[in-house]
């Protein structure tokens, strides 16, 4: 059974720091795109950022420079870095792992907000 957990959201300052995880179990990871997807308050959910098997990168203009998306295969896991976040950045961050149109799965979201 495939399991999508993320981890390490909270509570920062503007301009401060966070990097959340996603953990997956139950498929192989490595054929997967893992992507960061946001929802926040009154907002439509939107991608953040992707990384692909072989670990080519994209990320949505309004993270681009701030925030970094990284895996390791072997380890069944990945991450997002935030860095210098903003208020509107304040959002539940959820791991989504696509094989192509065939395969989608999805984790419970983290929260992170930021906030003075």
């Known amino acids: 059974q495939v399991q999508v957990v993320e981890s390490g959201g909270g509570l920062v300052q503007p301009g401060g720091s966070l990097r959340i995880s996603c953990a997956a179990s139950?498929?192989?990871?490595?054929?997967?795109?893992m992507n960061w997807y946001r929802q926040g308050p009154g907002k439509q959910r939107e991608l953040v950022a992707s990384?692909?098997?072989?670990?080519?990168?994209t990320y949505t203009d309004a993270v681009k420079g701030r925030f970094i998306i990284s895996r390791d295969n072997a380890m069944n896991m990945a991450w997002l870095q935030m860095n210098d976040l903003k208020t509107e950045d304040t959002a539940v961050y959820y791991c989504?792992?696509?094989?192509?149109?065939?395969?989608?799965?999805w984790g419970q979201g983290t929260q992170v907000t930021v906030s003075s």
């Open positions: 989504n792992l696509r094989w192509g149109l065939r395969d989608e799965f």
């Open positions: 139950g498929i192989m990871f490595s054929r997967y795109a």
């Open positions: 990384i692909l098997g072989g670990g080519y990168t």
